[in-house]
């Protein structure tokens, strides 16, 4: 700390790099300008145009479950006219083919998909229902299915913060300002839009500097649904106590809370398939008998169904509680909460029964 | 709202166009709005306490320059109270623990109730920017801002309110009362200034961080060889870090039609520690010079009151930048340094052979070794969230044993480093900005294209700037 030295814009010597008002000594030309920002988002665009249309794009796109849903949605002959939305659980647990013969058995020709997502709380849940509203006619029923885990606050929703790009169209960028969405998600699901490789950015980084090729296409199951094998009752156990430890904790109060995020997309869901005339359903997941311990008073299980039951009332529709349904029993999942294949046909079957039917206005008939 | 964030670029776009299409009288209003706006976005009690300090000053102001004969008392007042705003919401929650640590060895645990108080982000910055003008008006130096809209626009300025640079009143004030015109050539450079910013900060400064944190942060056992680069890594992240951010808030003033003052000059190739606060945070050293070095006595009362005065004004420096011990030691490090340099300049400046030597390349060099050499190793005071993980990385660095092997998980950190080091042995003062001057308008797209793809491209998981915790 010396007096040398005079004013703090660094007379007597040059800054890392000088002020721009140096260059203001020659005057600009605005048409220079304008060509230095022609050139700069012609070269961006361009390159952006060449993705797009590239095989490597259509690769990357194979490879992820999450960028070819939407792909494989749009290729159907037909929109289905049930569709189930929800994370891994629903995924592995609503099989369209078992929800379309309950339907016929009601006499009903009605076509169903399963529109899971690995990991998919309501933040994507909301762009899964603008896909299902892609499609004209637009499906008569929808059912969306939530979990405690995806309100809590403890689980970062990070993931599917860094997905939204993925998931987002141009169309579900109102829905995301209804939902009340941080502005920085909605900004970036806007330019992601704009310059769509930013949507693959992480990838693209991993591809070129790790090596990182694409992988062998995704399986998408049979009409979106994806079937577990059945697992031997000691592993399927096993299994289930581990995942009950996981949950405990992300779960328990005081750590944990019921976070307003998720409960905004759902909000914003419901509304958006019931504008669209869509019948709609929201369900509480069902659980193998070990993860039932964890919802307990300590835990947040009981205001997350207050809120969702909340959210449900305000617009009028109908909710479901399955956490404990006359079905399913241990022997049906492989774990604590994806069902195998035959739990899976088993609890579809009671899903239509229950649920879907009376939102079509058809009286169910006893179960066989 | 980072500046590295999409809510910050659209922010900004929104704000270029309103500015532009304003007429000129209106800039401040304009300029005011997105600050309030930019500054309600980390908090209102930031927002609150800004206006209520930019108040206070402008009312000292007002009242100093119609009241003379109450000069000092007005001065005196805005001071305690911006300094005061500042030492409750910075040190009051430090000081608390502190005696409350002390109670417990005496046996009164619970002496006191620990309040809890959060500083909020900016605070640090703006009330240095307040008092340097208090001070100017009272010294005379510039006259008192009599249109409120206008100080409050001073106060808000978005592009440096949070992090610097501290800019005096002679530095916008007047560019506010008289906005100017639209320049095609200075926005042009803007961008470039904004854009090569934001490369220092995302590409550089973040790749660096996570060699940082995995030496700083980690409690296990550390060796020789990472401790030296960890510690070289963060010398090198906070540079870019800060002057990426300087870079940013300088550029985007610069698309607004404003010249914010420089506050990094290449301070690694500085040969003396002096020459350091010279080139480092200049608008924090010269106000601390300014501000607290020259009203102790600065030089004029003798060698050991000089040294002692270096000392006061580093440790207040540390103390500005954290309420924490080990930025309390790192300031007495920096006070100590100058103090040194200063007692060997005393001694030898005036001898032939030393004027020879000083001007001599190996001296120089070796000069700018040894000072980079001192920086890193106060900045591991900086760095370290305790005195003790401080001496950690310290007892590792210089008694660690030294195994080249775990090197390889540094590898993003270490291309990083040498990109930095190139960056300061080949770049000298202004040439990246003469060199674009010197490009074609189509040349200047590209080059911002490739900006904008290396930013894509390099981008490491973001984190927050470091500068804006103070």
């Known amino acids: ?368 | 709202m980072a500046f590295t964030s999409y809510s910050y670029l659209y922010f900004l776009l929104l704000v270029i166009l309103l500015r532009w299409s304003a007429p000129r009288r209106a800039v401040p209003a304009v300029l005011l709005a997105a600050g309030t706006f930019f500054l309600w976005t980390f908090g209102t009690l930031g927002l609150a306490l800004l206006l209520g300090a930019a108040t206070v000053a402008f009312g000292a102001g007002l009242g100093m320059a119609r009241r003379p004969d109450l000069r000092r008392p007005l001065l005196a007042s805005a001071v305690v109270l911006l300094i005061g705003n500042l030492a409750l919401f910075k040190y009051a929650d430090f000081l608390v623990r502190e005696l409350r640590a002390l109670g417990a060895i005496a046996g009164l645990p619970g002496l006191l109730p620990q309040p809890g108080l959060v500083a909020p982000v900016a605070i640090s910055f703006f009330t240095f920017q307040l008092v340097a003008y208090v001070v100017e008006v009272s010294r005379g130096a510039w006259p008192a801002e009599r249109d409120f809209l206008r100080f409050l626009a001073y106060a808000t300025f978005f592009p440096n309110v949070v992090s610097g640079p501290i800019v005096r009143p002679a530095e916008l004030l007047p560019q506010l009362a008289r906005p100017a015109r639209f320049d095609a050539e200075r926005f042009s450079a803007s961008v470039f200034l904004f854009l090569g910013g934001a490369f220092k900060k995302v590409v550089l400064a973040d790749a660096l961080a996570p060699a940082v944190g995995g030496v700083f942060d980690a409690t296990g056992p550390l060796g020789a060889a990472a401790a030296w680069v960890g510690a070289f890594a963060f010398t090198a992240q906070l540079y870019c870090d800060f002057s990426g951010y300087t870079d940013m808030a300088r550029g985007a003033a610069g698309m607004l039609g404003f010249d914010l003052p420089l506050n990094f000059r290449l301070p690694y190739l500085s040969t003396n520690i002096a020459e350091f606060w010279r080139r480092w945070h200049i608008s924090l050293s010269f106000w601390l010079r300014d501000y607290v070095y020259i009203p102790l006595g600065g030089s004029r009362r003798g060698r050991l009151r000089t040294y002692l005065h270096l000392l006061a004004t580093m440790a207040i420096a540390g103390l500005w930048h954290g309420a924490a011990w080990t930025m309390v030691v790192w300031g007495l490090l920096h006070g100590a340094l100058l103090a040194l340099h200063r007692a060997f300049r005393d001694l030898v400046a005036n001898r032939p052979g030393f004027v020879r030597l000083r001007a001599s390349w190996p001296w120089k060099v070796g000069g700018a070794l040894l000072t980079l050499l001192c920086v890193n190793f106060a900045w591991v005071f900086f760095r370290a969230a305790s005195l003790r993980a401080a001496g950690r990385v310290l007892r590792a660095m210089f008694a660690g044993p030294f195994a080249v092997a775990g090197l390889a998980e540094f590898r993003s950190a270490l291309v990083a480093l040498a990109v930095v080091a190139a960056g300061h042995a080949l770049v000298a003062g202004d040439a990246p900005m003469r060199a674009y001057r010197a490009l074609t308008p189509a040349l200047r797209g590209l080059l911002w294209a490739a900006l904008i793809l290396a930013l894509f491209w390099f981008a490491a998981p973001p984190a927050a700037f470091y500068y804006v915790m103070f």
């Open chain 1, 1 to 368: 700390m010396t007096a040398e030295g005079r004013t703090a814009t660094g007379e007597g010597g040059q800054g890392d790099t000088t002020s721009p008002a140096a260059a203001a000594e020659r005057p600009g030309r605005a048409l220079d300008l304008l060509v230095t920002v022609l050139v700069c988002l012609a070269v961006l665009a361009g390159l952006d145009v060449a993705f797009r249309t590239s095989a490597l794009r259509g690769a990357l796109d194979r490879e992820n479950h999450y960028r070819l849903r939407p792909i494989e949605y749009a290729k159907l002959e037909r929109p289905p006219d049930v569709v189930f939305i929800g994370d891994s659980r629903t995924l592995h647990a609503l099989d369209p083919a078992a929800a379309e013969e309950a339907l016929a058995e009601a006499g009903l020709s009605l076509s169903a998909y399963n529109l899971g997502l690995s990991g998919a709380p309501p933040m994507a849940q909301l762009a899964l229902a603008g896909l299902a509203l892609s499609r004209r006619p637009p499906p008569r029923v929808v059912l969306l299915f939530v979990s405690p885990y995806m309100v809590s606050t403890r689980i970062e929703p990070t993931l599917s913060r860094e997905s939204l790009h993925t998931l987002y169209a141009w169309r579900d960028l109102p829905w995301m300002v209804a939902a009340g969405a941080r502005v920085e998600d909605i900004l970036d699901v806007f330019t992601s839009n704009l310059f769509r490789a930013l949507a693959y950015r992480g990838r693209l980084v991993r591809l070129v500097f790790e090596r990182q090729w694409p992988g062998p296409p995704a399986v998408m199951g049979e009409k979106g649904f994806q079937a577990l094998g059945r697992v031997p009752p000691g592993v399927q156990a096993e299994r289930a106590r581990s995942r009950a430890n996981g949950y405990r904790t992300e779960l328990s109060r005081p750590a944990a809370a019921v976070g307003g995020e998720m409960l905004g997309y759902l909000d914003a869901a419901l509304r958006r398939l019931r504008e669209a005339g869509v019948a709609v359903a929201v369900v509480n997941t069902t659980s193998a008998s070990a993860l039932l311990e964890i919802y307990g008073p300590d835990s947040i299980y009981d205001e997350y169904l207050a809120r969702v039951r909340a959210v449900c009332a305000a617009r009028g529709v109908p909710f479901h509680d399955h956490l404990r349904n006359p079905v399913t029993t241990d022997a049906d999942f492989t774990d604590g909460d994806h069902m195998n294949r035959d739990g899976a046909r088993k609890y579809t079957r009671f899903v239509v029964r229950e649920v879907v039917l009376p939102l079509l206005g058809v009286e169910p008939r006893p179960a066989r």
